[in-house]
C-alpha cells in the first residue's frame, strides 16, 4: 500500500474512532493542514510519522497498511447476565494499564508514562484518549460503583424474602471484592485522589450502595426478623467487612470467591439476628 492509500486509511480509522482531526493533530504536534494533507495522500508519510499515527489512535502500523479499520473494543456493560457471573470487564487497553499501575504504585507515584508502557502506547497515544490521570481514576472508579450497584439489586431481587434478599446482596458485595480485586482496591484506597465534582459524585455513589443495604436491613426489622440493637453501625461493619477483601483474598488460596462469599452472607445474617 502506498502513502496514497495510507492517508485515506488514517482519516477512515481516525473518523471510526471519533476523533477529530485538530485533536489528533495536536496529539501528533502536527497543523490541522499538514494531518490533512496526510490523510489525502498530498504530503510525505514516513514510517516514523505512520507509527506515531498508529499509536495516537490505538492501532497498528501493520493494521493501517493492510487496510484494517481497528475499531475500539467495546465498553463493559453493566446489567447483563447473572450477578454471581464475572467475566471479561473489556476495558479499553489504557484502562485496563491503568488500572495494573494505579495498584503497583499508587494514584499519586503513576505517571502517564507507566500507562503508556504498561499499554504498549506511546505517551501521546495515552493522553489522545484519556487527557489527564484524573480521568483515568475517574472511569475505573465509575465502572467500579455501576458494576457493584446493578450486581447488588440483581442480587437482592432474586431474593425469597427480605432476609433472602439481603444475604444475597452481601454475598454479591463480598463477592465483588473479592473478583474484581484491582478495582476493588481502588476504591477503597484513591477515592480521596478525586477532583470536584467527581469527588462528590463518586462519593455518592458509594453512600447509595450502603443505604440499600440499609435499606435491606430496615425491611427485615419491619418482619420482625431481625433484632440487633444498631442496625446501621453493623450493617457499616458488614459492608466494611466486605470491601476489605482485596487486602487478603486470594484467588489461589484454599478457599473460592464464591465460597469465601457465601461465608460473608450467613455471617451477616447471624450478625443481624
Known sequence: MTEHEVGPMIRATREARGVSLRSLAASLDLSPATLSALERGLAPLTIERTRLVAAALDTTVESLLRGEVVRPAAPAVPGTGSWREYGDLRLDPVLEAASQVFVRHGYHAATMRQVAE???????????????????????????????????LAARDDGTDPVDGFSLMVESLALFHATRGDLAFLGATEMRALHEPDHAR???????????????????????????????????????MCTSLPSWFRSDGPLSASEVARDYAVHAVALMA
Open 202 to 240: 463518586i462519593v455518592g455513589l458509594r453512600d447509595e450502595v450502603q443505604h440499600l443495604l440499609d435499606a435491606q436491613v430496615d425491611r427485615c426489622i419491619e418482619i420482625g426478623r431481625f433484632t440487633v440493637a444498631r442496625p446501621r453501625v453493623a450493617a457499616r461493619a458488614i459492608a466494611t
Open 118 to 152: 504498561e499499554a504498549g502506547l506511546s505517551t501521546a497515544g495515552v493522553y489522545h484518549h484519556h487527557g489527564s490521570k484524573q480521568e483515568l481514576i475517574v472511569a475505573l472508579l465509575d465502572v467500579t460503583m455501576a458494576e457493584i450497584r446493578w450486581r447488588l
